[in-house]
């Protein structure tokens, strides 16, 4: 459920009656992951929206592996991390009883997602060990990226009508960019908009 929240196409499947139920209430866990990973990926809603809109006019996928943004050798045989657009890097956890994740930061600025603890590679990609708890997934925030966010709700309606947040991780020359396409996520009009957000730390 925790790497599932993230894929740009979230969705359970089950059949009627020839396994048992799997809804996420039914363990205390995976319910606690699930509430955990869905209202983030809630609160990156314009984010992936801004990467469905790309991925319409460029092509370029939603899910991008590695060696898209790392041109290294080593990039290319790298399946277990996967890039979200181009500014956040997703490490999950995929072995079964494990209690520790390797993550390898391509080479540049990176930021830790829940402690803004910021991490820097100049010269190649550097590897990390972190714990892995059960709800445990790795996110990394490229350094100089901005992420429109949203208060999560219990649905996308009332998510795009909560307050706008930005989160900024400023790169060491202390700047920050990123855009967001908008619209009202209903009607086919032309009246949408990509937005630059630039920002400089004072």
Do not use: C
Request: hydrophobic share 40%.
């Amino acid at each position: 459920m925790a790497l599932g929240s993230f894929y740009p196409f979230s969705r359970n499947h089950n059949s009627i009656s020839s396994t048992q139920d799997q809804e996420p209430y039914n363990w205390k866990s995976v319910a606690h992951i699930s509430r955990k990973y869905l209202k983030l990926r809630y609160s990156l809603h314009s984010y992936y929206y801004t990467l469905m809109h790309t991925s319409h006019v460029m092509g370029w996928p939603l899910w991008r592996p590695i060696f898209f943004h790392d041109n290294s050798d080593e990039a290319r045989f790298i399946d277990d991390q996967v890039f979200i657009g181009g500014d956040l890097l997703l490490s999950p956890v995929l072995l079964e009883a494990s209690r520790s994740l390797i993550v390898r930061l391509p080479k540049g600025e990176w930021d830790e997602w829940d402690s803004f603890n910021f991490v820097k590679s100049t010269s190649r990609a550097i590897k990390i060990e972190y714990s892995a708890p059960i709800d445990f997934i790795s996110l990394h925030l490229r350094a100089g990226s901005i992420i429109l966010q949203q208060d999560a709700k219990m649905t996308l309606f009332e998510t795009r009508k909560s307050e706008f947040k930005l989160l900024i991780a400023f790169n060491s020359s202390g700047k920050a960019s990123g855009s967001v396409y908008w619209d009202d996520g209903v009607s086919i009009s032309s009246q949408n908009h990509t937005i630059q957000i630039e920002s400089e730390m004072a």
